[in-house]
């Protein structure tokens, strides 16, 4: 096979990964082809946690015997057993002779052993395989195996002026319907979002994917709110299930009659410690979030809720929609609040940006980098 060839066959198998964003939480979405003949005789996905990974589905797909083809998986496949058997026995019984991979496994428990372990039952393996792509496909579950925290997504839709409302708090809509579907498809691909009391307060939202006629799902919904305070006709009552609703609260600011009152509704509650300013202890909820196997979460406003994230250091993306719309207004919201940066030398900036036109928008995303040199 040429490297043209490599590249085709893997941007397949990306392509098929995608299809389980969101659905293999915490596990990574994986495609896999596999190719006889420089013909794909199988596809397959990872499609849902706990369910086979994407190499067993490509074998059992397969339309002739894979003995003798040759695998492209976006990564390196497994060597132990957890929920399902390991692929690469399955790989070497099925006969195939030689696998081609994206990313290496970044799990330090496992890294490397599949390939090893092909490789000493004769299997060639050629690694890197558009590592670029298919380490973009992996983010989440690297963040969430490697650092024991979410990765942290940051989406909003302003005006061209950085507003995110008018003075008297109207939103809908700055974007185009384009830019709001998009928006959608995200939050169709992530394990939660959070928000903040006040946008809790002021917008009083469904925080769901809505999407018609599309594979969806619904994040679980993470709503700051210190002092445990509900808008009039709560809509995220009528959201089921209720207990996919986690309230983050300080017990500094409510009553155990507050925590109880919110129980009673079928909500989720988790006390985190604020600090003297009122801001969250995100290193805590960042472990809650772990053990609860979110390894993915938008961020969805508001300002000081984005503030006490970035000053934290704990944004990993941002995803901003930009509308050709002008507030104005020293009291329109902005896309973010709270004390900022001193200095220009301390803020963090984007990398990797990537701007594409929604029309009549820009969707302009891109990588934080902290100025320290921490990402």
């Known amino acids: 096979m040429t490297n043209k060839e490599n590249n085709r066959y893997m941007r397949q198998a990306i392509k098929l990964a995608y299809k389980g964003m969101g659905y293999t939480s915490p596990n990574p979405p994986v495609g896999a082809v596999i190719v006889k003949g420089n013909k794909i005789i199988g596809k397959g996905y990872h499609q849902k946690s706990g369910e086979p990974h994407a190499e067993i589905h490509a074998i059992n797909n397969c339309t002739e015997s894979p003995k003798g083809a040759e695998l492209y ?136 994917t809505r999407l018609t006629g599309k594979r969806t799902r619904n994040p679980v919904r993470i709503i700051l709110n210190a002092n445990l305070s509900f808008p009039k006709n709560c809509t995220l009552e009528r959201i089921k299930p209720l207990n996919e609703t986690i309230f983050i609260y300080s017990e500094k600011k409510t009553t155990k009659k507050d925590v109880a009152a919110v129980k009673n509704k079928g909500f989720e509650v988790f006390s985190c410690e604020t600090n003297n300013k009122g801001q969250f202890n995100l290193k805590k909820l960042c472990h809650y979030l772990y053990t609860k196997n979110i390894a993915s979460v938008l961020i969805e406003g508001g300002g000081n809720t984005v503030w006490n994230f970035f000053n934290q250091k704990l944004i990993d993306e941002q995803i901003l929609y930009l509308s050709p719309k002008i507030i104005a207004g020293k009291n329109a919201r902005g896309i973010i609040d709270g004390e900022g940066f001193e200095d220009l030398v301390n803020t963090p900036v984007l990398s990797e940006v990537n701007i594409i036109k929604l029309a009549p928008d820009l969707k302009i995303t891109g990588k934080i980098v902290y100025q320290n040199g921490n990402k």
């Open 73 to 208: 998986v976006t990564l390196e496949p497994c060597n132990h057993t957890g929920k399902t058997g390991p692929c690469s026995e399955a790989i070497i019984k099925a006969g195939i002779i030689k696998v081609f991979i994206g990313s290496i496994d970044p799990n330090p428990d496992v890294k490397g052993s599949g390939t090893v372990f092909l490789e000493e039952n004769n299997i060639k393996v050629v690694s890197g395989i558009l590592k670029k792509e298919c380490d973009e496909l992996i983010k989440y579950f690297s963040c969430f195996i490697q650092k024991k925290r979410p990765y942290f997504i940051y989406k909003s839709a302003a005006s061209i002026d950085g507003k995110t409302a008018t003075a008297t708090g109207k939103s809908q809509w700055i974007t185009s319907e384009k830019s709001r579907i998009d928006g959608h498809k995200l939050r169709n691909q992530v394990d939660a979002i959070l928000v903040g009391k006040q946008t809790f307060l002021l917008d009083n939202p469904q925080l769901t």
